[in-house]
T-cell receptor, first 110, second 115 residues
């Protein structure tokens, strides 16, 4: 299984930026980095993905280290609705599965 | 299309009974996945279908579990002779086969409680 490591939990104040780290030292050249989040009582939802370059979308930004052994999901202004478990996943090009770890539980403080 | 639909949302059963869950994917999606999630853990892969073909099964999927996707549309997951350890949230996801940029769309899950 493609392995990622994330902190178990993080806290952020509302309306402040949040940086969620992920280590994936065993990443290979064609593996994509995906992020999903899971709100309480819901299934996970897609957030963002990238290969080498930093990526932005309406939900978040993804910053990928130059050696690709780590990445950071950036929420630019945390809201209470962003409180969720965030999963960093390596999507191997030759595989057909998404392996979820235990993720990072984000608490947003009003 | 309103997304991936799973039924029932909750199921309570007695140990030893059989249960069946249904998943209706997004209509144009050719891939369908089943995951299991227990409290405090991330989703664990069980199996997936490409159209009607079941292409991969996890070691977690014991012989008491069976999944089908007739005609490549909806899917069912059956658990026979349920055990208390089967209590979990069962999640279904669908996607288009886009290789490494494939995105999963999840349903809200079926919460199974085995008494």
């Amino acid at each position: 299984d493609a392995k990622t490591t994330q902190p178990n939990s993080m806290e952020s104040n509302e309306e402040e930026p949040v940086h969620l780290p992920c280590n994936h030292s065993t990443i290979s050249g064609t593996d994509y980095i995906h992020w999903y989040r899971q709100l309480p009582s819901q299934g996970p939802e897609y957030v963002i993905h990238g290969l080498t370059s930093n990526v932005n979308n309406r939900m978040a930004s993804l910053a990928i280290a130059e050696d690709r052994k780590s990445s950071t999901l950036i929420l630019h202004r945390a809201t209470l609705r962003d409180a969720a478990v965030y999963y960093c996943i390596l999507r191997v090009n030759t595989g057909n599965q998404f392996y979820f770890g235990t993720g990072t539980s984000l608490t947003v403080i009003p | 299309d309103t997304g991936v639909s799973q039924n029932p949302r909750h199921k309570i059963t007695k140990r030893g009974q059989n249960v069946t869950f249904r998943c209706d994917p997004i209509s144009e999606h050719n891939r369908l996945y089943w995951y299991r999630q227990t409290l405090g853990q991330g989703p664990e892969f069980l199996t997936y279908f490409q159209n009607e073909a079941q292409l991969e099964k996890s070691r977690l999927l014991s012989d008491r579990f069976s999944a089908e996707r007739p005609k490549g549309s909806f899917s069912t997951l059956e658990i026979q002779r349920t055990e208390q350890g089967d209590s979990a949230m069962y999640l279904c996801a669908s996607s288009l086969d886009l290789g490494a940029v494939e995105k999963l769309f999840f349903g809200s899950g079926t919460q199974l409680s085995v008494l």
